[in-house]
């Protein structure tokens, strides 16, 4: 036996128990336990054995870290089919999240319990994978073709009760699964109940596997592993026998494995996990938030105070007058009513959180109790200054002073107070009860506690947080202008901005960046641009276009119109004719001969821009690691989350080409294409980004 299965015996019913904390994960010591735990269980001539987790949860399922490394044996596929094969009754209590393998396991036995608040699932698609151990041949043969591919393309985590009737599980009962798989191997025994081996099962129905395939494919914006394992739940129905089905399964999960999907999935995963654990912050004890203060009720401010209700932090929100302070509130409450619609909350949550957990105020002495205050005003220096130091002065001692600043100098907001020391820059981002990203960006002066306190806030609002340094557009938006600006150029040299967004929707993105700029209102783009100008260095080329299009009063979705026409009532919008007339004068007033751009050199330059500029972000350490870009990406501009993040990709591209692409657009325009330090150091050294995430832990 190994550690990580405990072995006993109660009568003829043999244990084993998993721990291996903290989710059980099915490693090479866990597999080996079980199935060395079956084979004395077989030899001691037991009737039974019962499979449960010990800790929070069954298996949560293979162990994720194992993937890439050569498979020890017993792989898990061998081990379920060993649990289905033995030859006495196994019985599963699962309890926490029976997830992946665990589940796979669960349905090799042939029964299962699961106490009422269990989760299970196959959510191995979120890998970039498919269920490897079975899963794809013995849930169609337990719930149905139509409940497995729901299951499986979609890898929801569900229910106890959902699982019961939907014929996943036997049994849902409280107690300790321990206590009530014991009982039930007890009473299966009793009636003399049958071992029931999954395989045996009649193969499933088919249904029209190409058509599934076809709109799993579509809906999955280029992401391969739901509708391959569409194929392996295919081969379940339609396969000459249990095992053949199982070898198909085998062959399109090997194929995902191999696949930079599966790399930038798992990626994805584990730094998810570690991008909010900072080892400078691991001793330091954020200081308490009970109550919040939001300056702003406009659309950020009203999204902040949204996600703070939510997440159980009463709200004291300040506004410039009466009406102001009432409209906010209802922005508020139109949140919390979709909340409520949802499901999310119950009615008393939203009385509770419109009600008294919710302060609406016009006078900065409102605040004079609250832990911590976020300001959301207008994007200028000078209102920003006048704010922090009304905070200054109505704050109490200890106070923690935040900004939602978008772009301006944290460092500057904090030196319009007394307490630099106390100032943080918590980036949110709109709609801000809904997205997931938080740049927590760290001045000179804040002290760590403060850092802490900030990280330990965006976990209470569950959201992603990422450390920034201080520069212009911190990680996100700095990122953002230059992928901007070289589609503008691409633009400026003949490209069209409808080809440009069809390219990045092609790559996986919801919206392409000139669909995006509408969504989010050109006249923001339009305002940083002005407030740069002055600062240009002449080297800097510039585009008029879209400066054209908002002086005419067009800036997108909100006016209907800007790079698209929008028509009430229709989703989406067409091209809009001026556009192309705006862009001719462009190049006519700069002589510029426009030229064709092929799909692949569209990608190849915007990328290019994007791993560059996040090459220099983190060369100047204004993001940590690399992983850090790759999770402000996914969580606050739509990066598809199969391809890692920026980052991850160009290490699955390789960093030679990129830089080497860099070089050449660097001969056209040296200014814009200077290639990152960061970038020449890793290929000189034929190193990538990913060592330098790996040298943090
Ligand atoms: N393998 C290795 N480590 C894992 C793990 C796993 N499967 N699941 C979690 N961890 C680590 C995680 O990195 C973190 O570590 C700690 O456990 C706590 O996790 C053949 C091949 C179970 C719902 O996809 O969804 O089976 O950061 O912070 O929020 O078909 O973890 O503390 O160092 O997330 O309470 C399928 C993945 C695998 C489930 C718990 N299984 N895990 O959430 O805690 S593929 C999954 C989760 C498979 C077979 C295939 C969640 C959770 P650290 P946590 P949590």
Known sequence: MTHAIHYERV????????????????????????????????????????????????????????????????????????????????????????????????????????????????????LG?????????????????EAALDMI??????????????GVIDRVQEGEPSEIGLAYARELLDQGAPRRPVCDMPAPAAVDFDAVYEKTLAKGRGQLSPATAVRAVQAACEAASFLEGLRRERELFTELMESDQRQGLIHA?????????????????????????VIGGGTMGAGIATAALLAGVSVVLIERDASAAEAAGQRISGNLSGALKRGKISQDQFDTMTGEA??????????????????????????????????????????????????????????ATSRPQDVIGLHFFSPAHVMKLLEVVVADQTDPDVVATG??????????????????????????????????????????????DRVMTGFGFAMGPFAVGDLAGLDIGWAARKRRAPHRDPRERVVHFADILCEGGDFGQKTGKGFYVYEAGKRGGTPNPDVEKYIA?????????????????????????????????????????????????????????????????????????ILADIETYAKEDPYFWQPAPLLQTLVAEGRCFDDLNKAEK
């Open 585 to 657: 004068q462009d190049q006519a007033d700069q002589g510029v001969s426009p030229r064709e751009f092929s799909d692949a050199e569209i990608l190849r330059r915007y990328m290019c821009a994007m791993v560059n500029e996040a090459a220099k972000v983190v060369g100047e350490g204004i993001a940590r690691r690399p992983l850090d870009v790759d999770m402000v990406l996914l969580f606050g501009y739509g990066f598809p989350r199969y391809h890692g993040g920026p980052l991850k990709w160009a290490d699955l591209q390789g960093l030679a080409g």
């Open 11 to 126: 009568d003829d019913i043999a244990i084993l128990k998993a721990q291996n904390p903290p989710v059980n994960a099915l490693g090479i010591d866990v597999r080996l336990g079980l199935l060395a735990g079956i084979e004395r269980a077989e030899a001691e001539g037991a009737r039974a054995v019962l499979i449960y987790g010990d800790g929070r949860t069954f298996f949560a399922g293979a162990d994720i870290r194992e993937f890439g490394k050569p498979m020890k044996d017993p792989g898990l596929p061998d081990l379920c089919n060993r649990i289905e094969a033995a030859d006495l009754i196994v019985v599963s209590a699962l309890h926490g999240t029976a997830l992946g393998g665990g589940l796979e396991v669960a349905l090799s036995s042939h029964y299962r319990i699961a106490v009422p608040s269990a989760k299970m699932g196959l959510p191995e698609v979120h």
């Open 455 to 500: 990280f330990a806030l965006g976990k209470r609002l569950r959201k992603i947080s990422v450390r920034s340094g201080v520069c212009d557009g911190f990680i996100g938006n700095r990122i953002m202008n230059a992928y901007r600006k070289a589609a503008d150029y691409m633009v400026l040299d003949g490209a069209s901005p409808y080809q440009i």
């Open 269 to 293: 995963f584990f730094s998810e996990r570690a991008v909010s654990k900072l080892p400078e912050l691991a001793d330091v004890t954020p200081r308490d938030v009970a109550s919040v203060g």
């Open 153 to 166: 393309t979609s890898g929801r985590h569900f229910g106890a009760a959902e699982a019961l009737e939907k």
């Open 129 to 145: 994978i498919l269920p490897g151990a079975g899963g794809t041949q013995r849930l169609p043969r337990v719930a149905g073709t």
């Open 358 to 415: 919710l302060e609406l105020a016009t006078e900065y002495g409102a605040l004079g109790q609250v832990d911590l205050v976020i300001e959301a005003v207008f994007e200028d220096m000078d209102v920003k200054r006048e704010v922090f130091k009304a905070l200054d002065a109505n704050c109490k001692p200890g106070a923690i002073l935040a900004s939602n600043t978008s772009y301006l100098d944290i460092n500057e907001i904090a030196a």
